[in-house]
């Protein structure tokens, strides 16, 4: 059982490219999401989704997609990166069964600078 | 905006110490939950209770909620420089599944 897994751990890109952050959980958690965690405002919600073919924007959607085609696999895509897109970037997964009070499992980041 | 802030930003304490953090909140909840990380890693929950709990205990961890005041506090008891960590308040709204997180306490407890 290996949690959530995310990869790349680092990346750098230069403006204007495109790339995905892969996230992959084995736990058939039903709920996932990616925040971005940057200096002095914690983690903020970019995307998540509550089962295969159902997404939805969190507070700071603008500039990624995702897209849910099995319950295990969880992409994020950056369109067109710009510096502001330097952070850290977790996904995170859950049950939703048994009222929302499952606890989150997150991966260990992938620490992402644009220049 | 961030759901939940919490209080104080930084907090330096020697160890067997006790540490308490706060968290307020701004909308209804269906429940509140704790969370640890340590420098480059990912977030490990804590401790979670639910909107009808008052207060919970885990080890050497106790949590209140008071959804009155829309505020909650995590007290670590007789601190370990092990202990020294960002610990995070995050809210699950009692309107739909997402989980938002507050800017965390960074803890030092100094051996």
């Known amino acids: 059982n290996a949690g959530v897994t995310q990869t790349p751990k680092f990346q750098v890109l230069k403006t204007g490219q495109s790339m995905t952050l892969q996230c992959a959980q084995d736990?058939?958690?039903?709920?996932m999401s990616w925040y971005r965690q940057d200096p002095g405002m914690g983690l903020r919600l970019i995307h998540y989704?509550?089962?295969?073919?159902?997404?939805d924007q969190g507070e700071v959607p603008n500039g990624y997609n995702v897209s849910r085609s099995t319950t295990e696999d969880f992409p994020l895509r950056l369109l067109s990166a710009a510096p502001s897109q330097t952070s850290v970037y977790f996904c995170a997964s859950s049950y939703l069964r048994g009222g929302n009070n499952s606890p989150l499992h997150f991966g260990n980041g992938t620490r992402l600078t644009v220049t | 905006s961030q759901q939940g802030e919490e209080d104080p930003q930084a907090l330096s304490i020697q160890e067997g110490e006790n540490a308490t953090m706060n968290c307020s909140y701004k909308?209804?909840?269906?429940?509140l939950q704790w969370y640890r990380q340590n420098s480059g890693r990912g977030l490990v929950h804590l401790i979670l209770i639910r909107s009808n709990e008052r207060e919970k205990h885990s080890g050497r961890l106790r949590v209140t909620l008071d959804t009155s005041k829309k505020s909650s506090s995590l007290l670590i008891t007789a601190s370990r420089a092990a202990d020294t960590a960002s610990y995070f308040c995050?809210?699950?709204?009692?309107?739909?599944?997402?989980?938002?997180f507050g800017e965390g306490t960074q803890l030092t407890v100094n051996p």
């Open positions: 736990m058939n958690h039903e709920y």
């Open positions: 909308t209804s909840i269906n429940n």
């Open positions: 995050a809210t699950r709204e009692t309107s739909g599944s997402r989980l938002t």
């Open positions: 989704s509550v089962g295969a073919g159902i997404t």
